[in-house]
């Protein structure tokens, strides 16, 4: 095997590679965006509930069933809070997805720079040779011509 051909294997296998790390970090967004969808959706009800106290069913309440709606209250912003630290891990996540594919795209370049150079070389040689060979058939022709 020439060492064209090794170099575009190489090649491929960080392409392939690059590849993988993009698909990685478009699935890192794609949990953080969910997750701050849910963080979304957390707050929502949370302030629907809250309202709902607020409108004045509250009043209505005795001190158990007003207990215990403070107390979910607490577990909602228990789950927002978590939540958030959810989203600071997705975010940290993102960002050493991010980190892994400029890597790797980085090394898939450089490697495709390498490839190219030693399609150049080889172009050459191949030039050189093929002038070599024009070069030698030209003097043989002028040799036989002038009855050397």
């Not at 005795?62 to 989203?87: H, P, T």
């Not at 370049?109 to 093929?130: F, I, L, N, T, Y």
Request: glycine share 4%.
């Amino acid at each position: 095997m020439s060492r064209l051909k090794r170099l575009q294997t190489v090649e491929g296998v960080m392409d392939e590679n690059a590849e993988r790390a993009a698909r990685a970090f478009g699935q890192a967004q794609n949990t953080l965006a969910q997750a701050e969808q849910r963080l979304v959706q957390l707050q929502q009800f949370r302030a629907d509930y809250h309202n709902r106290l607020a409108d004045g069913q509250g009043e209505t309440m005795d001190a158990f069933r007003l207990r215990d709606f403070n107390a979910f209250l607490v577990r909602i912003d228990g789950a927002i809070e978590q939540q958030r630290r959810q989203i600071e891990e997705a975010r940290r996540q993102v960002e050493l997805a991010r980190e892994n594919w400029n890597a790797e795209r980085s090394r898939a370049d450089a490697m495709g720079k390498v490839v190219q150079q030693e399609q150049r070389s080889e172009q050459r040689v191949a030039a050189r040779r093929e002038q070599s060979e024009a070069d030698e058939l030209a003097q043989r022709m002028f040799i036989h011509r002038n009855g050397m």
